[in-house]
């Protein structure tokens, strides 16, 4: 099949091994045995950022991811949400192999790369930069917009803000009359907080630490942006709640 073929060319790029890589290669099994829904979970695993894989890996598994929604469910908005994702983390990815499988994936990823802001050379370099890279040189390290973003670059834009519900009174502990929980983590381009990186600063109201949590992992973003192309930046958002009228919790959410 020539499915189980493609992106082999992606992954004989990937000398080194990571946990993404692994997901990859047991998605590779899952496929195989005809478990297409079971390698799909393992290949939106490894594409998350949490996996710490590189560019490449998660790359390579946001194509297959892609290339496997469109071959076993014919889902074409699922194939170019994931293309769309490897373009953002790497603009110039190649996958010569996609023809082999259905022309149609060619069209989907054509039609992708063209939505492209014109100057993506900056992503290019960015992507293909090794992790821990020093600051002035190309890098995929995320940078500080918690108080002013650097010179350029636009900060990332939440698309809809949480909201809570039936908060009583007593989650605001022992003066019932104010909370603020702060919480900062790093956007990455793919527009969705990267878990590892979320942390409260500031916490005066214990009672509402889990559903605050739950409310930032949930969080969509545009992501950051440097010359039109999306990177990595950490923010802050605070949430402050306030006693109103009877047995009642208003709240105020601020940030990025």
Do not use: W
């Amino acid at each position: 099949m020539p499915l189980l073929g493609f992106p082999a060319t992606l992954a004989s790029q990937q000398a080194a091994t990571s946990r993404a890589a692994d997901l990859v290669t047991l998605a590779r099994t899952q496929i195989r045995a005809n478990r297409a829904d079971s390698a799909l979970t393992l290949l939106k695993v490894a594409a998350d950022s949490a996996t710490g894989g590189t560019v490449g890996d998660r790359v390579q598994a946001y194509v297959l991811l892609g290339v496997l929604e469109y071959i076993a469910h014919r889902d074409s908005s699922a194939t170019a949400l994931a293309f769309r994702h490897a373009l953002q983390l790497d603009p110039g990815f190649q996958a010569g192999g996609l023809a082999d499988v259905d022309s149609a994936l060619i069209r989907i990823l054509t039609a992708e790369r063209n939505t492209l802001p014109p100057d993506t050379a900056s992503a290019r370099v960015a992507a293909s930069a090794p992790s821990g890279a020093t600051a002035g040189s190309p890098s995929d390290v995320a940078h500080d917009c918690v108080r002013r973003c650097r010179g350029g670059e636009i900060k990332p834009q939440l698309i809809e803000r949480p909201q809570f519900t039936m908060l009583d009174q007593a989650v605001l502990g022992p003066s019932q009359t104010h909370g603020l929980i702060v919480v900062r983590f790093v956007v990455g381009v793919e527009g969705v907080p990267e878990p590892e990186s979320i942390r409260v600063t500031t916490n005066t109201v214990q009672g509402l630490t889990n559903q605050v949590l739950d409310a930032v992992r949930a969080l969509h973003f545009r992501p950051a942006t440097l010359a039109g192309a999306p990177l990595r930046a950490e923010v802050e958002m605070r949430f402050e709640f306030r006693a109103s009228g009877t047995n009642y919790v208003d709240y105020t959410i601020t940030g990025p």
